[in-house]
Structure formats: C-alpha cells, structure tokens
C-alpha cells in the first residue's frame, strides 16, 4: 500500500508570492492533517480535515488555507509569503488514532 | 490545554548500551500518546503508540515505551542501540477531549556511537 505522498518535494519562493502544497493520503484513510516543522517553533500543527471539511485549526494566521477534496487527496495554501514561512510542511492521514507522514515538502523563502 | 516536554536536547549513547528518551506531558481528559523517528530530509515514522492497557508498549525496531499515569511519564527505551538509531525522536500527544491534533515535544537527538 503506498504510503503518504506529498508534492512537491522542495520549492523556492520569494516574499509576498503564494504557493500551493499537495497531499495525497494512503488510500482508504479519509482524514488529513498539516504540520509546520521549524528549527525554532518544532513540530505545530495547522489543521485537519476529514470528508472535505476542515475539523480542527491550529494557531496560525488567516494566510495559511486548506482543503479536501472527494477523493480525501488535500492542499494547503499560504498567501503573501514571509520569510518566517520557511519550514518543512508535513501532511499526516490517519486512520482510528494512528496518523502516518509524508516526506514532506521543504518550502524556502527568499 | 496539552502539552509534552523532553527535558533533553540531545542524548547520546554507546552502540550496544541501553538508550532511554523521556518525555513527560500533560493533558486535561485520557492521554493518547505517541513515539515518532525523523531521519534526515524525511517525515515522520510511527514507531509505537499508548491508548489504552497495558502500560509497556512494545513498538517497531525493538523501541518500546512506558506508560506511568502517577508520573504522567511516556519514556521511550531500548535494550541495546544501534549505530542506525541515531536520529530525531518526538513524543506526542493527543488528549482525548481535543480531537485528534497532535502536540509535539521539541524533540530528542539520539547519537550512537560505535
């Protein structure tokens, strides 16, 4: 069974652009979450969605979005890009109450 | 409000000798806690979980984990380490009357040296 995907692996972006990340949960699994990873801030969370809607949101600011689609694949969007964006974003799908990563997508800002 | 801390930044150990990682948390309803392992450049990896029973948990790669409730304690062990251990250890937690965000430590680096 294939794993978490995530796409794209690596993106560069300047201040102020906007940018999409992609996650395609292991089939079946019908929840998913996005994490921030940070050297400063470590792992936090930014929220879950489960059947196309958003369940949970975590303490972040307006600019960062997300959604889910029917075939429980999901995208996260962040406006107006600040160089404090730059982090490793990771997905999560569960399934019952263990939740399983991605990779992850290593977003710079410049 | 829930929360996790690993008192330690990183822990190193020999190759062969007994590894311990601590984490403590808390939480307001039941603990649903977690162990996860980053490599480098790549996510997370589950290695073992506590709902609910047994308070040793047995997890992958020989890792296994005690539950202490009265210490609100989740440490994760090895009996011998391996070289191939060295890597980033999280612990988390989900409460039970939170919904199923889970809240990180800052992480834990395991160096085994040869």
């Known amino acids: 069974k294939a794993g978490v995907t995530q796409t794209p692996r690596y993106l560069i972006k300047t201040r102020g652009q906007q940018v999409t990340l992609s996650c395609s949960p292991i089939?079946?699994?019908?929840?998913v979450s996005w994490y921030q990873q940070t050297p400063g801030q470590g792992l936090q969370f930014l929220f879950e969605?489960?059947?196309?809607?958003?369940?949970n949101k975590g303490n972040f600011p307006g600019r960062f979005s997300g959604r889910q689609f029917s075939n429980s694949r999901s995208e996260m969007n962040v406006s107006t890009l600040e160089l404090g964006d730059s982090a490793l974003y990771l997905c999560?799908?569960?399934?019952?109450?263990?939740?399983?990563f991605g990779q992850g997508t290593r977003l710079t800002v410049v | 409000a829930q929360s996790v801390a690993q008192p330690e930044d990183q822990v190193n150990v020999a190759e062969g000798n007994p590894l311990t990682v601590k984490c403590t948390y808390s939480?307001?309803?039941?603990?649903?806690l977690f162990w996860y392992v980053q490599y480098p450049n790549r996510g997370l990896q589950f290695l073992l979980k506590y709902i609910t029973g047994d308070n040793l948990v047995k997890g992958s790669y020989g890792f296994e984990a005690e539950f202490n409730k009265s210490q609100t304690s989740f440490h994760l062990k090895k009996p011998s380490a391996l070289v191939s251990d060295s890597a980033l250890y999280f612990c988390a937690v989900r409460d039970s009357n939170s919904g199923y965000a889970l809240n990180f430590g800052k992480g834990t680096s395991l160096l085994v040296t040869p």
């Open positions: 089939s079946g699994h019908r929840s």
């Open positions: 999560a799908s569960r399934r019952d109450s263990q939740a399983f």
């Open positions: 969605y489960f059947s196309e809607t958003q369940r």
């Open positions: 939480v307001s309803g039941n603990p649903y």
